[in-house]
């Protein structure tokens, strides 16, 4: 078996098979050298279990540059400028950083699924973390959209229009880190599946004016009907002290109410206004 790099010559010849057939081994060699790279003997196993390693590893620099060089895309960055001063660290190396030379990193599932195989043939122990690894690759489509201008969380919202589609869809601000035994959206789409209508986090707030505050009418334990909510009230304003939180449900209807909605706080677009 030979087990090389993908792109160029490769950087190592690895040369397996029956380790008694010493004659087969040598001229098997022979072909190789005039390559003038190193050559390494071993068992079958040790150089599948080479192989995958090298893979694995070469697929994920590959999948996390396209990664790096999809956000600079995004953010008007020059990715390839961001990759060569990032590759001059030895600890980087300049592998996958290059655009167009390396082979888009598909092959990680593929090297991942068999790695697995391979690890698991001949053991009853399985092992999960490289099977969740493997899982999360498909678990979800990632998009990475630019608010070019911060116009509110409302236009935020609307750039993410065409990703959504015909869907219920959660939005979660990184701004509000929230504790629970249950998640805070598991609460919320449980909600959502109860009611079928889309559903804001809340909670009691001391400043009325840092908030989208709500007026409604409590129907379960912490579960309110809204009737009204408006962002940032003054004290005399406000209709309660029950804020909105940064985590939502809302469907696809919102997006049409944040196109007609007029700018309010902050000359911004605001969600709680569109609601």
């Known amino acids: 078996m030979r087990a090389t790099k993908k792109t160029s010559l490769p950087k190592i010849e690895l040369l397996s098979g029956n380790i008694y057939d010493r004659r087969s081994g040598n001229a098997l060699e022979g072909l190789y050298k005039p390559l003038n790279k190193p050559i390494f003997r071993t068992d079958l196993k040790t150089a599948e279990m080479v192989k995958y390693a090298s893979n694995c590893l070469l697929a994920t620099k590959i999948s996390y540059w396209n990664e790096i060089f999809s956000i600079c895309k995004e953010l008007g960055i020059s990715s ?6 990032t590759a001059i660290d030895p600890r980087v190396g300049k592998y996958g950083s290059v655009h167009g030379k390396a082979f888009g990193g598909k092959c990680l599932p593929k090297d991942l699924k068999a790695f697995i195989d391979f690890a698991e043939r001949d053991q009853n122990e399985k092992y999960e973390l490289l ?21 509110g969380l409302g236009d935020a919202i ?5 990703y959504v589609g015909d869907e219920p869809f959660a939005v979660l601000l990184g701004a509000d880190i929230i504790k629970g035994t249950v998640p805070c959206i598991k609460q919320l789409l449980d909600i959502y ?64 109410c944040i196109k007609k909605t007029p700018l309010g706080n902050g ?8 609601i």
């Open 131 to 151: 099977r969740e690894v493997k899982d999360i690759s498909s678990l979800v489509d990632i998009h990475y959209i630019r608010q070019k201008e911060p116009k």
């Open 193 to 256: 599946q109860k009611h079928g209508s889309p559903v804001i986090a809340v909670e009691e707030v001391k400043d009325v004016s840092k908030y989208g505050i709500i007026k409604g009418d409590e129907i379960d334990r912490s579960v309110y009907v809204i009737k009204d909510i408006i962002e940032k009230p003054s004290p005399e304003e406000a209709p309660s002290n029950i804020g909105a939180i940064g985590r939502y449900i809302l469907t696809p209807e919102i997006f049409d």
């Open 267 to 274: 000359n911004e677009t605001q969600l709680t206004d569109a």
């Open 80 to 85: 390839q400028k961001v990759a060569d001063i």
């Open 158 to 162: 609307l750039r993410a229009e065409k």
